[in-house]
């Protein structure tokens, strides 16, 4: 194998500061994978799942204070405070690398640092990136190995000079001779640092071992780093599920759509569609990362290997795609364990054993325990190609090649079910103003108050907001528009008056896709409304569904009063921006509130 000086260089430095006992490079073979499992069970740190009911299955157990990504201890740190703009925390970098050199300093004593050479995207895709996670959580290597591609085909294909991102993981815990580890070892959470270093391509993750704080492929570098990355070349690294979409008589088109937490996506990224003829394809649940051809069109990967879902509310019928995706072969973090050595959440669609234990570990019985047995974000993490529904070409080095974008919030009012952006820079202001309204399941005083999320991107622009904007508009600017993506707003979640759900959701939304598609291949009716395109009342096709004329007149209702209050809040919003708001966005909220007057 090649030397590669800047890695070799950049690993002595690194195990100079943590001084772990040994390195590791890990080479993702299946051997290694069940060792490290191994040692894992012995330690006391893993749990094997019956192998009758979930072959090649584990179960892990967090500490209860280390269960989320954890987003006000995650830092931008730009050269300037203003590169990383209002909505992300900055940290003056050399002020943050002294601090995290201080805890960095010994924190794998006592254990092995892995080196994971791991590839997002399909390995030698033009669009795919390279990066290398140092970290001494063994827990990290397994869930990585899923959630991307890892070990030697990555090392080859990094060649001597190959560009990658460093990631840098510590849990924080250094052992002492002899020192018995804990379950899941992790620092308290004042310690706990997820820093990015967008200069730098550079990520310093420290104190969690949870999810999005440790898998760094993810969040930090698929999203955050991925997204400086892209508005230096030109292409963009979204929050983004993508799907390929078949009709009736056998045409493909597919569909990308940016949709916050709690709002169905990973339900739609592998729904089941209502409408006969029609058939729904997963090519990716949570990342897209899209770039244009030589053809001219925007073209997606998921630069991802596996989906890392929350588990709670997943059932065969809320996704049965998930469901079987995780029979075998797949890590679960929180959930509850069976007297039987399986699995058990609430809202998995059948009711509690008689006994289990929770995810802290205790005994739990269904007749006297009020507490979860399983966290609310507990999670399976499961390779996406065991996915009944995967697309057979997700891993097209090339990519597919993108027709439509979806954006969507949660509304209960004012949002009609569809609209489509009368062009690019419109449909940049849509994205823009994703809003969900804050509900009890938020932890929050603000309930009935609208939150903005930009592309459901908030926690993951790795930049100023404003320069993130500017850049989708920039995207736009292409010599053959024509070819770009079509933009859809869409919103699942309207309410009647009485608090009822207007729109069934799940397979159902087909319907709202079969109009989307009818669009993007020049079908499709449709009038003109002061917030865009809408289907005309009979063009959402409702065969078979028990829904009435004035449910759907109401689903597709553009309330004047209401829109004008909307303005009202994107304007405080977007104030909230200062003056780097790129101009375009100023305009088409002015256009907005001209229109709505006018009606
Ligand atoms: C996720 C998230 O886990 O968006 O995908 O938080
Ligand atoms: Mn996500």
């Known amino acids: 194998m090649m030397v590669h000086k800047k890695l070799q260089a950049w690993i002595e430095e690194v195990a100079t500061m943590c001084q772990p006992d040994q390195i590791y490079w890990c080479d993702g073979s299946q051997e290694e994978n069940d060792r490290l499992f191994q040692e894992m069970v012995n330690k006391g740190q893993a749990i094997r799942l019956n192998p009758e009911k979930r072959p090649g299955s584990y179960l892990f157990r967090s500490h209860p204070s280390d269960v989320a990504r954890v987003e006000d201890r995650t830092f931008i740190a730009s050269g300037k405070k203003e590169d990383a703009g209002p909505t992300n925390n900055w940290v003056d970098p050399v002020a943050l690398k002294k601090t995290m050199t201080t805890l960095f300093t010994g924190s794998m004593k006592g254990r092995t640092m892995y080196v994971i050479p791991f590839s997002m995207g399909p390995i030698g895709s033009p669009i795919s990136k390279i990066g290398v996670e140092l970290t001494d959580s063994p827990y990290v290597v397994v869930n990585m190995r899923i959630m991307t591609r890892i070990g030697t085909a990555v090392l080859e294909t990094l060649g001597a000079d190959g560009e990658f991102v460093k990631c840098l993981h510590s849990v924080g815990v250094p052992l002492k001779d002899g020192e018995t580890d804990a379950a899941w070892p992790c620092a308290p959470i004042e310690e706990k640092y997820i820093s990015h270093f967008p200069d730098q391509r550079t990520i310093w993750s420290y104190g969690s071992g949870y999810g999005g704080n440790a898998l760094l492929g993810k969040k930090c570098f698929a999203l955050r780093i991925a997204s400086v990355q892209a508005r230096d070349e030109g292409w963009m690294a979204e929050h983004m599920l993508i799907l390929s979409i078949t009709d009736p008589q056998g045409n493909k088109k597919y569909v990308t759509g940016a949709f916050p937490s709690a709002t169905g996506k990973t339900n739609l990224a592998m729904h089941i569609p209502s409408l006969p003829g029609w058939k729904v394809e997963t090519v990716g649940d949570d990342i897209a990362w899209m770039k244009f051809g030589e053809d001219g069109r925007l073209r997606a990967i998921n630069p991802e290997a596996g989906f890392f879902g929350v588990a709670p509310g997943t059932s065969l019928e809320s996704n049965y795609n998930a469901m079987r995706s995780i029979e075998k072969n797949t890590i679960f973090t929180n959930v509850a364990l069976t007297d039987d050595g399986d699995v058990w959440w609430e809202g998995i669609g059948y009711d509690a054993p008689e006994h289990l234990i929770d995810w802290k570990g205790n005994d739990w019985t269904a007749a006297d325990s009020n507490a979860l047995a399983a966290h609310p974000n507990a999670r399976f993490t499961a390779p996406a190609g065991q996915c009944p529904v995967i697309a057979p070409e997700w891993e097209d080095p090339a990519g597919v090649p993108v027709d439509a974008i979806l954006v969507g919030g949660r509304r209960p009012n004012t949002i009609p079910l569809i609209h489509e952006s009368f062009d690019w820079d419109h449909g940049v202001f849509m994205g823009s103003t994703l809003s969900s309204e804050i509900t009890a399941a938020t932890i929050s005083n603000d309930i009935g108050q609208v939150r903005y999320d930009p592309f459901a991107m908030l926690p993951f622009i790795g930049y100023n907001v404003c320069d993130y904007l500017q850049h989708w508009i920039d995207i736009g600017a292409q010599p053959e528009a024509d070819k770009l993506p079509k ?12 608090g009822k759900w207007l729109w069934p959701g799940y397979g159902d939304n087909s319907r709202v896709l079969k109009w989307v598609i009818e669009r993007v291949s020049g079908q499709g009716a449709a009038v003109k409304t002061p917030i865009g395109y809408m289907p005309s009342p009979d063009a959402i096709d409702t065969d078979g569904l028990d829904i009435s004329a004035a ?17 009202d809040l994107i304007k405080a919003y977007y104030a909230g921006f200062g003056d780097r708001l790129p101009q375009s966005l100023r305009l088409q909220l002015e256009a907005l509130e001209q229109r709505l007057t006018a009606l």
């Not at 933009?487 to 009485?498: G, L, P, Q, T």
């Open 551 to 567: 449910e759907m007149k109401a689903l597709l209702y553009v309330d004047k009063k209401l829109w004008l209050q909307n303005v």
């Open 487 to 498: 933009i859809f707003y869409v919103n699942w979640f309207r309410k009647d008056e009485s």
